[in-house]
């Protein structure tokens, strides 16, 4: 049981570059989240999914798309990167019992947009 | 969007004291809240929920305790201990959404 999985862990791009970083989750989960944090703040919400095939904007979506095509994989892709982009991306899932959102997050991945 | 804002940015405690985290948050219609611990170069990890019809709930060695009039959220540490140093999150949930707040750095000193 590996839990949340992101790949890659480290990245640098050149501007205008374009790469899709990978969440996986072995735990069933239905709500899967990709979240971006910059230094000495929170994390902040790009786009959530509710279930396979579904996606939605979280706070801060502008320059990313994701898919959900498996239950168990969220895509988060950058079409055209750019330095403002440079963060950290943590993706996370969660399951819902009631009306509990417990979010399980991975490990991380840290890019660089030069 | 919805902002969740921390009043402190460090906190140093000696080991074996209690500490107190606490976070403001901004919309009164949020339903649940979430604090969790993030060691420098891992993902947040999942410290204690409470649910918005709640006003305190108690796990292991932590407290949060839910004030709505006042929509503050804080986080109990009982008997710190040096593991317990990393940045601590608080989260309001607002309509499929979490919104953080930029966090809080424990120091324990031994």
């Known amino acids: 049981n590996a839990g949340v999985t992101q790949t890659p862990k480290f990245r640098v791009l050149k501007t205008g570059q374009s790469m899709t970083l990978l969440c996986a989750q072995d735990?069933?989960?239905?709500?899967m989240y990709w979240y971006r944090q910059d230094p000495g703040m929170g994390l902040r919400l790009i786009h959530y999914s509710v279930g396979e095939g579904t996606t939605a904007k979280g706070e801060v979506p502008d320059g990313y798309n994701v898919s959900r095509l498996k239950k168990q994989n969220f895509l988060l892709g950058l079409e055209s990167a750019a330095p403002s982009q440079t963060s950290v991306y943590f993706c996370?899932?969660?399951?819902?019992?009631?009306?509990?959102?417990?979010?399980?997050f991975g490990p991380g991945t840290r890019l660089t947009v030069t | 969007g919805e902002s969740v804002g921390l009043h402190l940015p460090t906190l140093s405690v000696q080991e074996g004291d209690n500490s107190i985290i606490n976070c403001a948050y901004s919309?009164?219609?949020?339903?649940?809240f979430i604090w969790y611990k993030q060691e420098s170069g891992k993902g947040p990890q999942f410290i204690i929920d409470i649910r918005s019809n709640m006003d305190k709930r108690q796990g292991q060695r932590v407290t949060v305790l839910l004030n709505k009039t006042v929509k503050h959220l804080s986080l109990q540490i009982a008997a710190t201990q040096p593991g317990d140093s990393a940045v601590y999150f608080c989260a309001e949930r607002f309509f499929n959404k979490f919104y953080f707040g930029s966090g809080t750095k424990l120091n324990v000193k031994p």
């Open positions: 996370a899932s969660s399951s819902v019992r009631g009306q509990i959102y417990e979010q399980y």
């Open positions: 919309n009164s219609a949020s339903d649940y």
């Open positions: 735990m069933n989960h239905e709500y």
